[in-house]
């Protein structure tokens, strides 16, 4: 009845009603997306293999390993 017991049960519903609409979409996101796995784990595995192409900026350690 009291104009602060509205306002905590306002703040209550409204935390509430929040916590569960982002547990809903964490949720969602989370199922929604698929586990990929990616076929080499390091650089001397990516030098080795053809099948996908790579790309970078120029003049870093990048360029450098695979110059050599």
């Given at each position: 009845?009291?104009?602060?017991?509205?306002?905590?049960?306002?703040?209550?519903?409204?935390?509430?009603?929040?916590?569960?609409?982002?547990?809903?979409?964490?949720?969602?996101?989370?199922?929604?997306?698929?586990?990929?796995?990616?076929?080499?784990?390091?650089?001397?595995?990516?030098?080795?293999q053809?099948?996908?192409?790579?790309?970078?900026?120029?003049?870093?350690y990048?360029?450098?390993?695979?110059?050599?």
């Open positions: 009845r009291s104009i602060s017991g509205r306002t905590l049960s306002g703040f209550l519903w409204f935390f509430s009603i929040t916590l569960a609409a982002v547990y809903s979409g964490n949720l969602t996101a989370f199922l929604a997306v698929s586990k990929l796995s990616t076929p080499f784990s390091t650089m001397e595995d990516i030098a080795s053809n099948e996908y192409q790579i790309g970078f900026t120029g003049g870093g990048s360029e450098m390993f695979f110059k050599v």
